[in-house]
């Protein structure tokens, strides 16, 4: 569970995000921050996070005696990835350079926490999250909550190729020649690409012509 209570906050956003692998609760404290935590809950990538895991303190020899700094989030990736745990710090790039005399020492000690942990520590901002992935996970992801009749699935997922990329058009159109029909299976081909059951290329805008193929 998070080392700090996130308090109410009348300049950014609060609150708890829905999610599937956050140990403890997924608070967050920007919109920002919220965005970054549905990046992680996307990605087949991440086994699990945790919101605001550590307090890190040091002293920097001052009379002003010990000083504190909690990271945002600790992401941990899935094992056959073979890759560290990422430490951190989610912030907007106005706020780093306006704030950076007092954020600088507190940067520096994350990264100097993660490196004796065998963690790498990472400095997230805008240009990391708000992409057209992001978009696109937005689009997907009420897919992704919804019940589908095993049925469609079913159907759907017949009329992938196995060796070769499609369209949702062309898939589509190989379920049904009637639009109507076409258009009661749309959830379930969304549904799938959410599922990471259908692949998709997140990175470019998502439309019934863009490249899809089977996933094993």
């Known amino acids: 569970m998070p080392v700090r209570k996130i308090p109410k906050n009348y300049r950014n956003v609060t609150g708890i ?15 920002l921050e919220r965005d970054f935590l549905a990046l992680l809950d996307f990605s087949p990538e991440v086994m699990r996070y945790e919101v605001q895991p ?49 954020l600088r020492p507190k940067l520096r000690q994350g990264v100097r926490y993660a490196k004796q942990h065998d963690w790498r520590f990472r400095l997230i901002t805008e240009v990391e999250v708000r992409t057209q992935r992001l978009s696109n996970i937005r689009f997907l992801a009420p897919f992704g909550r919804r019940d589908i009749p095993q049925a469609d699935i079913e159907t759907v997922l017949a009329a992938i190729p196995a060796d070769s990329r499609s369209t949702p058009a062309a898939v589509l159109q190989a379920v049904s020649s009637d639009v109507w029909r076409q258009a009661e299976y749309i959830p379930a081909l969304w549904h799938l690409v959410a599922r990471h059951r259908i692949g998709i290329d997140l990175e470019t805008e998502l439309t019934m012509q863009s490249p899809i193929w089977s996933v094993s």
């Open 54 to 102: 550590v307090r890190i303190e040091w002293s920097d020899g001052t009379n002003k005696g010990a000083r504190s700094y909690t990271p945002d989030v600790l992401v941990e990736f899935v094992p056959e990835l073979r890759r560290p745990p990422w430490l951190c710090e989610v912030k907007y790039r106005a706020d780093l350079a306006k704030n950076w005399v007092t």
């Open 17 to 31: 995000a829905a999610s599937s692998k956050a140990i403890g609760a997924a608070q967050f404290e920007s919109t």
